[in-house]
């Protein structure tokens, strides 16, 4: 099993620019999340799946859409990107709501 | 907003004892994890805890939860070098649209000095 594997790893965008970050798992989770990880400011989520084609927002959901076609794949979507978007991005999967949530290993994203 | 506790930074020397504490939110939550990241990486689980439970040990690892005043806390015994990372206390919410969110804090950052 490759996990939870997210792409690209890095990524530099200008303000205003779009761009769809990938997030795709094989362990056949129906439970799937985003977050952004700030300095100092821990994790926080941005949206959660838990299912396919069913999509809720989280914490911080402006700027950022979801969609979830297929259970292994759960891609987040920039649709103008603005400097206080620059963090790094993480993508979750579990079983269960409340089991044990596996991370991919991030996209550093800069918005310039 | 709810939040979740913890310090920012703890050092230790290699072999002593580390202590992680933290303090969440709702009374309800049915489980509480410790998450470790190392630089560079994503999150991995460490250990976790039913609300039942007062400890729960692994091999080096020893959760206390404390139910009354929210406390949760992560001894490592022996700390080792290998032991630095950001270590991230979490709870589970019902977020009442029929699933349930984690909720993290904003991490302690361990360094074990040689």
């Known amino acids: 099993n490759a996990g939870v594997t997210q792409t690209p790893k890095f990524q530099v965008l200008k303000t205003g620019q779009s761009m769809t970050l990938q997030c795709a798992q094989d362990?056949?989770?129906?439970?799937m999340s985003w977050y952004r990880q700030d300095p100092g400011m821990g994790l926080r989520l941005i949206h959660y799946?838990?299912?396919?084609?069913?999509?809720d927002q989280g914490e911080v959901p402006n700027g950022y859409n979801v969609s979830r076609s297929t259970t292994e794949d759960f891609p987040l979507r920039l649709l103008s990107a603005a400097p206080s978007q620059t963090s790094v991005y993480f993508c979750?999967?579990?079983?269960?709501?409340?089991?044990?949530?596996?991370f991919g290993p991030g996209t550093r994203l800069t918005v310039l | 907003g709810e939040d979740v506790e913890q310090s920012l930074f703890l050092s230790v020397r290699e072999g002593d004892s580390s202590v992680i504490n933290c303090t969440y939110t709702d009374s309800s939550s049915t489980y509480l994890y410790w998450y470790k990241q190392e630089p560079g990486a994503g999150l991995q689980l460490l250990t976790y805890?039913?609300?039942?439970?007062d400890m729960k040990q692994d091999q080096r690892l020893t959760v206390l939860l404390n139910k009354k005043d929210k406390h949760l806390s992560l001894r490592i015994a022996d700390t080792q070098t290998g032991d630095s990372a950001i270590y991230f206390c979490a709870e589970t919410l019902f977020s009442g649209a029929g699933s349930y969110q984690l909720t993290f804090g904003k991490g302690t950052k361990l360094s074990v000095i040689p």
């Open positions: 362990m056949n989770h129906e439970y």
């Open positions: 979750a999967s579990s079983y269960s709501p409340t089991g044990e949530q596996f």
């Open positions: 799946s838990v299912g396919a084609g069913i999509t």
């Open positions: 805890i039913f609300s039942n439970m």
